[in-house]
């Protein structure tokens, strides 16, 4: 079964530097991803995602995610954090000829001032 | 603005009790999704409905049922509620077609079962 590891269950980082969230899934025919964002006591956001064409997505607030078929790989970047920024993010996959969200452990992002 | 509002924010209920979580959506999607949330875990499907009186099992069933007599309505039933339930419950919906098609969250319930 497709299954998605988040490297991470805590990520902490100052305002103003880099934001780098890990995403990696375990299918060999790429599935359709994404990255979902919670804020304190709300719902699941959807930040980006990718399904087919350029291979580095944006989404919103300034994050992005580059998605590389020899690395598994789907990692969640922002060049510069805010501390606003700090919930708990979610990568995601839909596995190929599949039709519902399988959902990684995800990531509390701290950010220091 | 979309929205999926859920019943009630916070829940307590005891051992063998028959709960209710409600999920209402107002943006005329044909799919809705019941998910729980635990730490370490992420989201984990229980159930989904494609369209009215129609439901699917998730990947974790049960102890669990649904009910969707209209489309903006989603229901989850615990029948004997147990305290392996006590969890944060999320509902969603979808506009019917690619299965790429954003999901939209309620807030959530967070049930604790005593």
């Known amino acids: 079964a497709q299954s998605v590891t988040q490297l991470g269950s805590h990520v902490s980082v100052s305002e103003g530097a880099l934001v780098l969230l890990r995403c990696n899934y375990s299918s060999s025919v790429p599935p359709y991803l994404f990255w979902y964002v919670q804020y304190p006591n709300q719902g699941l956001q959807l930040l980006l995602k990718y399904t087919t064409g350029a291979t580095l997505v944006k989404g919103i607030n300034g994050f992005e995610a580059e998605f590389k078929k020899s690395e598994t790989s789907f990692h969640l970047t922002k060049p510069s954090a805010h501390m606003s920024d700090a919930a708990e993010y979610f990568c995601a996959v839909i596995p190929s000829g599949g039709n519902k969200l399988v959902f990684g452990a995800g990531t509390i992002l701290r950010v220091k001032s | 603005d979309v929205k999926v509002t859920q019943s009630s924010r916070y829940l307590v209920k005891r051992t063998g009790e028959k709960v209710f979580l409600e999920c209402v959506q107002d943006m005329d999607h044909e799919n809705m999704f019941w998910y729980r949330q635990d730490p370490g875990l992420g989201l984990r499907l229980i159930y989904f409905s494609y369209d009215v009186k129609m439901k699917e099992k998730g990947d974790i069933p049960e102890g669990y049922s649904v009910s969707r007599e209209k489309k903006e309505r989603f229901s989850l039933i615990l029948e004997s509620a147990s305290t392996n339930q006590t969890s944060m419950y999320l509902c969603?919906?979808?506009?019917?077609?690619?299965?790429?098609?954003?999901?939209?969250f309620g807030p959530g319930t967070r049930l604790t079962v005593l």
């Open positions: 969603a919906s979808r506009v019917a077609g690619a299965s790429t098609n954003e999901q939209f």
